[in-house]
């Protein structure tokens, strides 16, 4: 018997290798979401065949699987009601990266089926690109806590996408740039990227982007991080003219130090940035287009305070962290 799963029901999953909390149990989560910590696919064996034991033992081997499921009239027929589960259980983990610093140590792993006649039927498998944590460990065991703020950010998700606009083309396209940057494992890549994600939401302009990048982040930093913004800055734009050599050519341990506590903050200033602007429909709205940034951005500073509230701390990412943890070789150096 499969207990996840009811007769002529389709599904689509993901799973992870993540830590988990023991607050995670096995159920929903919220309506068409639920989470596992562990799954059987207790399927014929030439569906095991066809798949390849590989990616069935992937599957089975995950310890956090995110599932939506529905009931079909058309269970065999993989059609549009698969694709609606997939990006439903796709948005879940999209939100799930928003609500804590997730590490997987292996490519997440996606597959989409039904049961029909007791028997579970996989019929589309494949992989989502890993996604990395900071040089610096940030990450935190998913707790239910965690799953629970995901599905309430899928529903914004929902909310938004189901009357598209233009509107919010821009917000949509950092959100973008931040999960491409999650699968990097550079650090001054990493910086680059979520430099442009951040930077997307400040309304620059051609000749200003450093300045108002220091003062604009001012709102979700809070007062007096204006030069370690504008370092920060400095690495984005090396990165961007081919000038990480000035930094990389030669081994510094403590340069590079400095540049893994930087990317350390940005990571976790654009999750925090994102998973303040999901979690409220209207703020979405406000900050997701080029013109409605420069009206907030024309905001005077008490408006805009209001509108976004509190600030984050920017160095909690560093609190605990000791120099020690990291070895020359993790920060790029060759071996003699």
Known sequence: MIHWIEEGEKFALIGLQV???????????AEGLEAYTSLKLDM??????????????????????????????????????????????????T???????????????????????????????????RFHDSLIDLRAEVSVEHLVDAASIVRVFERLMKNP?????????????????????????????????????????????????????ELFVGPGHHEEMGAIFDIRSAVEHL?????????????RLEISKMEAMISELARYVLHRIFSVPELALRLGSKKRLNDFWALDEIKRKAIWGAPCNLTSALEEFREDWISNRELGAHEA
């Open 165 to 217: 606009s233009p509107h919010l083309w821009r917000l949509m396209r950092c959100l973008d740039i931040f999960q491409q940057a999650r699968t990097l494992s550079d650090p001054m890549d990493r910086i680059h990227q979520f430099v442009r994600c951040i930077e997307g939401l400040l309304a620059t302009t051609a000749g200003n982007s450093r300045r108002l990048f220091k003062s604009r982040t």
């Open 19 to 29: 830590a988990t909390d023991n607050s995670v149990s096995d159920g929903p989560i």
């Open 95 to 129: 939100a799930l990266q928003l609500a804590c610093p997730l590490h997987s140590h292996e490519d997440p792993i996606k597959a989409s089926g039904c049961l029909v006649g007791g028997n579970l039927d996989v019929r589309e498998v494949g992989t989502l690109n």
């Open 44 to 93: 014929p064996g030439h569906w095991r065949e066809w798949l390849g034991t590989m990616r069935v033992e992937d599957i089975e081997a995950s310890t956090l699987i995110l599932v939506s499921r529905q009931k079909s009239k058309t269970p065999e027929i993989l059609d549009a009601e698969n694709q609606a589960l997939g990006r439903k259980v796709g948005r879940w983990l």
């Open 243 to 255: 000038h990480e050599d000035e930094s990389l050519a030669e081994f510094d341990r403590a340069k």
